[in-house]
């Protein structure tokens, strides 16, 4: 069990499951805009944000959705995270009624190059690790820094072998 892989300790999440988590998300969220409660607009981190995104907006009935794409991992290799593609600049300003959305945040690189774009937005993710979560203002569930969260998106069914049996 201890020789295994950061990676290998993992947290499967189903379809069902994000979307459960991501409502909750907005559940929690709901109220909390700076004008009468509200936000003006939602940008999702692509890629990954762009699914519980979808779903806070769907709730908090927010139609103006952006996008920002901040590249860092290759498969789960981490580099220097770069804004590959910034949301529109006459929608954000400084960040003041934006909420944020992301699937998770892990070291919080990401989110720290987003706050630097936004400084004044809300940053919120549907998972957080320990080490990441000062970046993020709200979040549903905690994980553990070694656990590697798997999201539906990149899963698919598969056979399993049997704990006891020949193969
Ligand atoms: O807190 P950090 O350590 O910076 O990591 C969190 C970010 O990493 C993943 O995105 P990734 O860069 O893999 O791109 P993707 O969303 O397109 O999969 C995840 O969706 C977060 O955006
Ligand atoms: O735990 C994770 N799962 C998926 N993508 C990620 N990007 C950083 N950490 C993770
Ligand atoms: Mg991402």
Redesign the pocket.
Known sequence: MDNRLPHEKGFHVSWDQLHRDARALAWRLQGQGPDEGQWRAVVA?????MAPAMIVARELDIRTVDTI?????NHQT?SA?RIIKSPDPQVIGDGTGILVV???????????VVRGHMPKAQIATVYA?PQ?RP?VDTFITEVSQDTWIFFPWDMALQYVKPYRGSD
């Open positions: 981190i692509t890629r990954g944000g794409s901040v590249k860092s991992y981490q995270p992301d699937d998770l945040v892990d070291t919080g690189r990401t989110l720290e690790k990441g970046q």
